[in-house]
Each structure stands twice: as C-alpha cells, then as structure tokens.
C-alpha cells in the first residue's frame, strides 16, 4: 500500500534489480552450466538451480522467462533430469526443441556458460505415482523430455515398464543412450524405439494394444499423435482413468464449423479504457492477432499453462485450442493464448 | 483550410508510418530508459521521505526532503504513471510498467483514469460536450459555453483546482455518471456502476490521505509535524505542477474545438487532423520534457498515445514538417507563452461574450 503496488517487493525491483539484475518476484534464479546438442534440433541445458527452489516431480515442467530486447518472454519446458541430479547437486536439465525461425529457442543457443535465467516452480501432474506401478510409456519427438525424467528417477526397478519411443531414427532420439543405458541396468524395463519413417502408427498401434493389460499409459507428444494413440487404446478397451498425457504445442484444428465459413471476424479489445477494434484470423491464437495489431497483453507460456494472459472475455464465443471445448457466450475469462474465435468478441485486456 | 478525403488519407499514411519506425525500434534503450526513471523516482522517494525526518538537525534538509518527494510524485504521475497508464510498455511484459497492472501516488484509481483520460478525453479531444477535459465542467474557456454567475471567480476556481488537482482528477468520473449531484443523462453508459466508481474512489483516496497524513507522519514520531506538512507541500507543488502542465496541452490561445457532429464518422485521417489542432507543445530542455512526462510534447502524445514518450521530442521533428506540407496549424511555443495563454483565455471568459473557439472542420 505504502508504494502504490501490491507488494512492497514490486515498490522495491527497481532498486532490487540494480543489485540483482536478473531478479523477478516470484520466480527462482538458476545459472547455465553447459548447453549440448542431443540431436539436429533439440538441446540439452543444464543449470544449478537457486537453493529456494522448492523441486519438482518427475514430469512437470517449468517456465523459463528470458529478457530480450528490453521484454520479458516465456516459454514452458519440461525437466527431463532425474530427481537425483536435483538432489544431490542442485542441478536440472531441460531437454529444448529449437525451432530457428522462432522467437524463443534459438535465444537458448545464444545463452553463455554461466548465464542466469529466470525459472518457475515445477508444475503440471503429469506424474507417475510412487511407489511405481506397472506402466506403458509412448512418447514421441520431444514428448520425451518429461518420460525420461520420470524413468531415469527410479531408484529401484521393481514394477515392468516398457517405453515406445517414436522418433525420425536413432539420430533424431534425443537422451536415447541414458535410456539405453537404463534398460541396460533394469531387467523390468524395456525400451523399443518406433522409427516413424519405416514404421507405420498403425503398427505401435498394433503393439500398444497387445500390452492393454498393463495397469497404467502415459502418453506424450504431439497433439495429433497422441489423440491416434489413445483412440486406439481406448478403441481395444483401456479406460480413459488408465491413460494419462502430456500435450506438446497446440492442436490448432482449422476453426469449428460453428464460425459461419469464410466469414471475417473481428473482435473489440479494450484496453486501458480504449477500444481497439482488431480483424482476426481464426486460425490463430487471440494473443497473436491482438499483438499483429499492436496492442501488447501480458502473456507467459503462450500455451495455456501460466495463466498470465487470462482476460475478462464480455461477449462472444472462442475454442481452446488445447482441447476444442466451446466457451460460452457471455461474460466469463479466457486465456488469449490457448483461445481461437468462434464469433465476434468484445475482450478487456 | 481543410483537406481533401485524400489529404486526410496520405495525411493518416505518413503519420501512421512515423509511428511505425519508433515501433520497429523499441527495444533495450526504451526499457533501461523507463527503468533509470523508475529507479530515480524510488531514490528520490526514499531519500526524501527520510531527509524530512531529519529536519530536526537544520530545515534545510527538510526542504530538500520535500523537493525530492515532490520531484518523485511528478516522476510517478507523469513520465512513469501516465505513460503506463497508456499501455506504453506493456511490450516489455514487466511486473511493474504494464497498464493493467500498474497503480500510481495520486488520489485517482488508475481504473477511473483510463476510462476518462484515456478513452473519453483521447478519443474524443476538445470535442465540445464529449470532452469533459475541455474547462472539467468548471471552467468556461470559450463561448461556446453559457456565461454563469460562477464564472466571475473562475480565477479562484482555477487556483483551487490547481492546488486539489489530484482530487478533482479523481473525482472527474464520478461527475461525470452525476455520482452524488445532479441528474443522470441518459445518453452516459457507464463500464462500472455507481458503486464501483463509489469504492474505488473512497479506497484509493483513503489509502492516499492515510499514507501522507496518518502512517508516515505517525512513524517520525516528535517530526510528525513537519512529516506532515512536507507531505502536504509536496502534494501541493506536484498538484500545481501537472495540472499547468495539462493546461498548456489543450487551453492555449490558439487551439481548436469541434463540434460532436462534425466528427461524427471521421476518418483516421481526419482523426489524427483533430488531435493535431486540439493539442499545443512547448518548448524547453530535456529535463523539462521529462518532468511533464513528455506532455510538452502534447501533439505528438495525442496522436501517437501508446509509444514511449521519450520518442516524442524526435518525432515531434518529424510531425511538424508533415503538418507545415498540410499546410495544418502547428501550435507550439515557450513555456511562458503558452502558460500565459492559458491563463489569459481563463480570465477573459470569466466575463460573458468573447468570441468562439476556433472552429476547425
């Protein structure tokens, strides 16, 4: 109250910032130890992690917040080291897919040695309860990062687990050799690796059904992967409690036939008290047509996760992007990232 | 002297891209630009409110106190708040400078301020009836408005809302929906209802009074005294401060008004055209334009309301040549002058008669 902000650490950051430069409320400050290529495209970060950090579940992710150019942005990843490595050296890495005509991830190849980024607690419950029970993992691509995480934590292998693993080749599967080292060392684990150039889905299909007995899927990968994989589970009888996901990116599905084809849309966005009217593309994200029209919301993840970019939507309809539920039309709040318009909206930023 | 239809276009593409090579620009310099402010505004605060304690040991620091107080509560109101408060650098994603986010020192919830000031009085400038800014329903500045009683000792009126500014900067919405006085209009719609604007005015005021009269003057213990007093002459002097400043954007001698109807469909040619006549600048050194927040630079802030204002004095170049190709009056002048405009336009119309406001379309 003394300083006008909600929290005397936010009167302070200016002050506080000067000392420290990359402090932000809230967040937790963790050093890059080493950057290495897994493969073509996905790199490996280690860092050490500030000791406030209160940990993670094998299986969460985090969100890693950079300043470029004078901004605060966002991306979500998940851990992909084990529990030990956190417990024993404060340490974790994160396994990032680098797209190069991206905004965000070819920063990450830029970060020196010794670099501080800023981290959130570890989130998500995409989890594999412990003590561990029987398990089928199938991840594709970068769905990986998290399952690696949750297997390479197992102290003891008790319970059988196997792990499909969907990848452009052996040279495209990135933490392959810590997995095979794995199933080297734990008879009770089994790692097949599901080569997507030769094999068919139809073929891990096949191989996931003839495990449905096993007590427990986690599937992780792309959006349009995983809805294949758990049709065909839940095609063969494996009950939806059975399958637990993790979705990776957005299944941006072409707008509902509820939008009035072809028609343009277009959405009022109020902001401090100005009303911006802005022309919308149905395709994409409410956040990406209000910044191509220059208006700037607070946002984090862009994926739905952080809930920075929750706006009180007053009228209109709009799909997530994540799952394809319908909102309603009446005034209620949205995640502009994860949001695609059905009709008209009036949105206050 | 008015333009074609495709005046007004060109006139909207040239003006639309100045806009967009600061945009392109903004980056690293603007963010540790806004942060060197903030910084100075927190210094400035702290130190000040820590020197009036120590007038105990000779006045003087108890004046420098003050002055740095003040200083920190005009850097808070105008370089940092307003322009915040107009999503400025809601780019840069901060905890702090982002519009939806960010509240300042002054009596005004920051909520009221970007209905009015924001969207009403920067939507629809010196539009006689719809801006409200145009004299606060206080002043009588051209003939367009009925000659009172009252405004025989508008001269007062003026001074006084000078030395209350923040309240009446606070109280402007509340007028406006006839809150606690007068008739509703029907023709107001209002985003809050009556209570709302009720609590936010009476909490944020509170908070205000309790601050600067209760808390701090109640931990200086035997100086709570002159604690208070400083408060109160810090208050006064960045009161003072802004409303001249604001007065110098919009009640100088040679600026337009318009009538609702002839703005009735405009164009964004016509739009921009608008702010430019309803709008002066004035002159002077750097530190200058940013102690008002660079509202010195009024047009180049009415036309480009969103981009960092420490652009404006460059841009500013760059509008006055486009505006003397238009052949569009450019109103700009010293401090001086322009104040004293202002202060000639509020005595002359505190008599009846006079003539018209300058009509522009």
């Known amino acids: 109250m003394l300083g006008n902000q909600s929290s005397l650490t936010l009167y302070l950051l200016p002050l506080v910032q000067r000392l420290v430069p990359v402090f932000l409320p809230g967040q937790y400050r963790a050093r890059l130890l080493c950057r290495q290529w897994q493969t073509a495209d996905m790199l490996q970060l280690s860092f050490k992690v500030s000791g406030r950090w209160p940990g993670f579940v094998p299986g969460q992710h985090l969100l890693l917040t950079l300043q470029h150019q004078g901004r605060y942005i966002s991306r979500t990843f998940s851990i992909c080291s084990p529990l030990s490595l956190w417990q024993s050296q404060q340490q974790i890495q994160l396994c990032c897919k680098i797209n190069r005509a991206g905004e965000f991830t070819p920063l990450l190849n830029q970060l020196k040695n010794g670099a501080v980024v800023n981290i959130s607690t570890a989130q998500g419950d995409f989890c594999w309860p412990q003590p561990a029970t029987a398990a089928v993992f199938v991840a594709a691509g970068s769905g990986i990062t998290p399952v690696a995480s949750m297997l390479l934590s197992q102290r003891h292998g008790l319970a059988p687990v196997s792990l499909f693993y969907r990848c452009r080749g052996s040279e495209n599967a990135a933490l392959l050799s ?47 992967f995983m809805q294949h994989m758990r049709m065909a589970l839940t095609n063969s009888g494996v009950s939806a409690t059975q399958i637990r996901q993790e979705q990776f990116g957005l299944a941006i599905a072409a707008p509902a036939e509820h939008s009035a084809a072809g028609m343009p849309l277009s959405a009022s966005f109020i902001r401090a008290g100005i009303s911006t009217q802005v022309k919308l593309n149905p395709q994409q994200s409410l956040l990406q047509s209000a910044e191509q029209h220059g208006l700037a919301p607070s946002f984090g993840c862009r994926m739905g996760v952080c809930f920075q970019c929750v706006c009180d939507k007053v009228s209109g309809q709009v799909r997530d992007m994540r799952s394809g539920a319908l909102s309603g039309h009446g005034a209620e709040q949205i995640q502009l990232c994860v949001s695609q318009p059905l009709t008209e909206l009036v949105i206050k930023l | 002297m008015k333009l074609t239809t495709e005046q007004f276009t060109a006139l909207a593409h040239e003006l639309d891209s100045v806009k967009q090579q600061v945009q392109q620009q903004l980056g690293d310099a603007d963010a540790r630009y806004i942060r060197r402010v903030l910084l100075t505004q927190r210094l400035s605060a702290l130190s000040g409110r820590i020197l009036m304690v120590l007038g105990f040991i000779t006045p003087w620091l108890w004046l420098l106190g003050v002055l740095l ?65 145009f004299g606060y329903g206080l002043l009588r500045l051209s003939n367009d408005f009925r000659w009172r009683l009252r405004n025989l000792w508008q001269g007062g009126t003026y001074l006084l809302l000078s030395m209350l500014f923040q309240w009446g900067v606070s109280y402007h919405e509340l007028a406006a929906q006839r809150v606690f006085f007068g008739k509703k209009k029907a ?30 003057p109640l931990i200086a213990g035997p100086m709570w005294l002159w604690v208070l007093c400083g408060n109160l002459l810090a208050n ?104 004293s405009t202002v202060f000639l336009r509020i005595m002359r119309y505190s008599l009846p008669g006079g003539s018209k406001a300058v009509k522009a379309l």
């Open chain 1, 178 to 224: 810590k997995l095979q080292q794995l199933a080297e060392r734990q008879p009770l684990f089994s790692l097949t690796l599901s080569d997507s150039r030769t094999e068919p889905a139809e073929t891990l299909q096949q191989r996931l059904i003839s495990n449905s007995h096993a007590k427990q899927f986690y599937l992780c990968g792309p959006a349009a």
């Open chain 2, 69 to 133: 107080l003040a200083l920190a509560k005009i850097l808070d109101n105008m370089e940092i708040g307003h322009n915040v408060l107009h999503g400025q650098y809601d780019w840069m994603n901060d905890p702090v400078l982002h519009s939806k986010r960010y509240e300042w020192d002054i009596a005004c919830d920051a909520g009221s301020w970007q209905r009015t000031h924001n969207f009403e009085h920067h939507t629809y400038t010196n539009i006689i009836g719809k801006d409200r800014d």
């Open chain 2, 187 to 216: 023709d107001r719609h209002s985003q809050v209802s009556d209570s709302e604007l009720k609590k936010a005015f009476f909490g944020k005021g509170a908070r205000q009074l309790i601050k600067d009269y209760v808390f701090f």
């Open chain 2, 236 to 339: 006064l002097l960045r009161n003072l401060w802004t409303s001249t400043v604001i007065f110098c954007g919009h009640f100088t001698k040679e600026v337009y008004v318009f009538s609702a109807a002839e703005c009735e469909g405009e164009s964004r040619g016509q739009w921009y055209y608008r702010q430019m006549l309803g709008s002066s600048n004035f002159t002077g050194p750097t530190w200058l334009h940013i102690l008002t927040g660079h509202l010195s630079c009024q047009i180049e802030h009415h036309l480009f309301p969103d981009i960092p204002a420490r652009h404006y004095p460059a841009m500013a170049k760059q509008v006055q040549a486009i505006a003397a190709k238009y052949a569009i009056p450019y109103n700009t002048g010293s401090f001086l002058r322009q104040y």
